[in-house]
């Protein structure tokens, strides 16, 4: 969740070539969601949801991640609605042209399957990256990667959407941190 009035931002390939989707918080019912729209190229998907009164996650304005800064990620691994998952890691580098030309945010926080589209924060509550993929984990072991929050904001600027500035800086217990990410997550169905 991007805005308190509905606004949800994920990832180009969870939505397809879908028109509409259906989205739900744990374990409340579906509601529908349109797909105003998408940038394939950089893999990024706006969507709007009506009834949703939720605080959104926050975009930092003081300090952008650097390698070694903590982060958590929160998704639905293994596509499981009602049984989110919250993992802790760190920033492991920036790598260029990974997604078309942008940059990529690596980390070693765990990123599986039904964790593309969902917040990576910081320890401030601010979102740094939406989740996208890792690399095979038969291959390697904790490379995985995140489209940088800074082209997430561009492609919503360019939608005419300025998304929440956070102007505070402090870092925030667990709890609190993972109210951020259980509010500003929701699970998406395409059928």
Do not use: W
């Not at 990576?120 to 996208?132: F, K, P, Q, S, T």
């Not at 870092?171 to 109210?179: A, F, H, Q, R, V």
Request: aromatic fraction near 6%.
């Amino acid at each position: 969740m991007i805005s308190n009035n509905g606004l949800i931002i994920t990832n180009a390939h969870v939505v397809g070539d879908e028109l509409e989707v259906l989205v739900t918080i744990y374990d409340e019912n579906k509601r529908k969601a349109l797909v105003l729209n998408k940038n394939i190229n950089e893999d990024i998907a706006l969507l709007a949801i009506e009834g949703y009164n939720l605080e959104p996650i926050s975009f930092g304005t003081l300090k952008r991640p650097s390698v070694g800064d903590e982060v958590l990620a929160m998704g639905y691994a293994l596509d499981l609605p009602g049984n989110a998952t919250f993992t802790k890691g760190m920033v492991s580098a920036f790598r260029p042209n990974v997604f078309g030309n942008l940059t990529a945010l690596q980390t070693d926080t765990a990123i599986n399957p039904g964790n593309s589209g969902g917040p990576i924060i910081n320890e401030n509550g601010d979102l740094v990256a939406i989740a996208v993929s890792g690399l095979a984990k038969d291959l390697t072991e904790g490379i995985n990667f995140g489209i940088k929050a800074s082209a997430a904001e561009n492609f919503l600027k360019s939608n005419k959407i300025n998304p929440k500035k956070s102007m505070y800086s402090g870092i925030k217990d667990n709890d609190k941190l993972l109210k951020i990410l259980e509010e500003g997550t929701v699970y998406i169905f395409c059928e």
